[in-house]
């Protein structure tokens, strides 16, 4: 078992930055690979980004490439994801995922945090 437990959500205006952290406990000897996933209200969850677990491979959704960034430190046994240049079009509920993998088109993850909730004002 692995828990993740997201901080750093808030609400902020448009333009603005925020950096979320996912701290992971338990079971994360395992080299997992880590994503960012995001929930708005009335829409399915979708994928934001990825990473490896060395780090030297990342995806990122369309709607936030050049403007989010993740990381990860395998020491703290911590991913971030730093969101720049925010838009009202981001705010969602954010949820960090270990595992994440695409089959088929669809993204899905072996653990899940609990979400932390980023909006964003115009």
């Known amino acids: 078992q692995v828990q993740l437990v997201e901080s750093g959500g808030g609400l902020v205006q448009a333009g603005d930055s925020l950096r979320l952290s996912c701290a992971a406990s338990?079971?994360?000897?395992?080299?997992?690979?880590m994503g960012w996933f995001r929930q708005a209200p009335g829409k399915e969850r979708e994928i934001v980004a990825s990473?490896?677990?060395?780090?030297?491979?990342?995806y990122y959704a369309d709607s936030v490439k050049g403007r989010f960034t993740i990381s990860r430190d395998n020491a703290k046994n911590t991913v971030y994801l730093q969101m720049n240049s925010l838009k009202p079009e981001d705010t969602a509920v954010y949820y960090c995922?270990?595992?994440?993998?695409?089959?088929?088109?669809?993204?899905?993850?072996?653990?899940w945090g609990q979400g932390t909730q980023v909006t964003v004002s115009s």
């Open positions: 995922a270990a595992g994440p993998r695409q089959t088929g088109g669809k993204w899905s993850a072996d653990y």
């Open positions: 338990g079971r994360t000897s395992a080299r997992a690979a």
């Open positions: 990473i490896s677990w060395s780090g030297g491979s990342t």
